[in-house]
Nanobody, 119 residues
Framework: QVQLVESGGGLVQPGGSLRLSCAAS????????MGWYRQAPGKQRELVAA?????STNYADSVKGRFTISRDKNTVYLQMNSLKPEDTAVYYCNAALFLWLGAPRGDYWGQGTQVTVSS
């Protein structure tokens, strides 16, 4: 069984910073990519940033230059700087991974962590 455990959310003032972490554990053969999504009230879940096993990164236009995604083995981080009120959302960790050699790729999600940007 695979678990993704997130941490690091909270309340921060506009212009502040937060660092989210997500650790994947369980019987994992390999991880193809990990990423962060967010969902604000009344809106669809959207990709924030993703990083592949090779280190390639992808960012939403709204966070480019402010957020940085990084990965260390089975843990992914999201460093969020210059936070804005519109960054307020529940942030979800995602991992695209293989449970064994030759297994189909599966998508796994964390439970979500609240990020609130407000003065």
């Amino acid at each position: 069984q695979v678990q993704l455990v997130e941490s690091g959310g909270g309340l921060v003032q506009p212009g502040g910073s937060l660092r989210l972490s997500c650790a994947a554990s369980g019987s994992i053969f390999s991880i193809a990519a990990m990423g962060w999504y967010r969902q604000a009230p009344g809106k669809q879940r959207e990709l924030v940033a993703a990083i592949t096993s090779g280190g390639s990164t992808n960012y939403a236009d709204s966070v480019k230059g402010r957020f940085t995604i990084s990965r260390d083995k089975n843990t992914v981080y999201l460093q969020m700087n210059s936070l804005k009120p519109e960054d307020t959302a529940v942030y979800y960790c995602n991992a695209a991974l293989f449970l064994w050699l030759g297994a189909p790729r599966g998508d796994y999600w964390g439970q979500g962590t609240q990020v609130t940007v407000s003065s």
